[in-house]
T-cell receptor, first 115, second 111 residues
């Protein structure tokens, strides 16, 4: 069965430093997509970055990059130059393209950025 | 800009009422999803749809039904609202090879 694991319930980072949020996944299907979302206290789920299983290069979007290690089944999110506004819950998710695109989520990591 | 719109941000309903939560996307996505989010339980999939008039049960479909008559609209129906359905409801849409996007969420309180 597909599964997403985020092992860090909470993380702290100093403003302007980089931080890595861990995500591992489990699937036997060759075609899948990996996502990261930010959820501030307002509750909205904000899409950050996407990586397809066949993509050769790691995805990047501004200060966000996804460290995709297919053999290890990991898809860690790296946030460079942290800002106070980055404080939020972060969710890793996987879409199984062979099951109607079903999206499953990890339990989330709460990131706190210290001034 | 991509857009997924949920009909209400906050909703208060009485026990036993029939409740409709509407979600509309403007990205021509095939797949649409309804989740509920509760503290300590993360996001749980209620139903999803991969095409018009097609639907699949998620992890917690009991007490809910869905409707997808048009590609852009996916409705979640609480047949008879109960207090244990008080939650944050999130709608999303996605397409293979592309991102998956959420609406702003609906905080439903059943009293």
């Amino acid at each position: 069965a597909q599964k997403i694991t985020q092992t860090q319930p909470g993380m702290f980072v100093q403003e302007k430093e980089a931080v890595t949020l861990d995500c591992t996944y489990d699937t036997s299907d060759p075609s899948y997509g990996l996502f990261w979302y930010k959820q501030p206290s307002s509750g909205e789920m904000i899409f950050l970055i996407y990586q397809g299983s066949y993509d050769q290069q790691n995805a990047t979007e501004g200060r966000y990059s996804l460290n995709f290690q297919k053999a290890r089944k990991s898809a860690n999110l790296v946030i460079s130059a942290s800002q106070l506004g980055d404080s939020a819950m972060y969710f890793c998710a996987m879409r199984d393209n062979n099951q109607g695109g079903k999206l499953i989520f990890g339990q989330g990591t709460e990131l706190s950025v210290k001034p | 800009d991509v857009k997924v719109t949920q009909s209400s941000r906050y909703l208060v309903k009485r026990t036993g009422e029939k409740v409709f939560l509407e979600c509309v996307q403007d990205m021509d996505h095939e797949n649409m999803f309804w989740y509920r989010q509760d503290p300590g339980l993360g996001l749980r999939l209620i139903y999803f749809s991969y095409d018009v008039k097609m639907k699949e049960k998620g992890d917690i479909p009991e007490g809910y039904s869905v409707s997808r008559e048009k590609k852009e609209r996916f409705s979640l129906i609480l047949e008879s609202a109960s207090t244990n359905q008080t939650s944050m409801y999130l709608c999303a849409s996605s397409e293979e090879g592309r991102g998956a996007f959420f609406g702003q969420g609906t905080r439903l309180t059943v009293v």
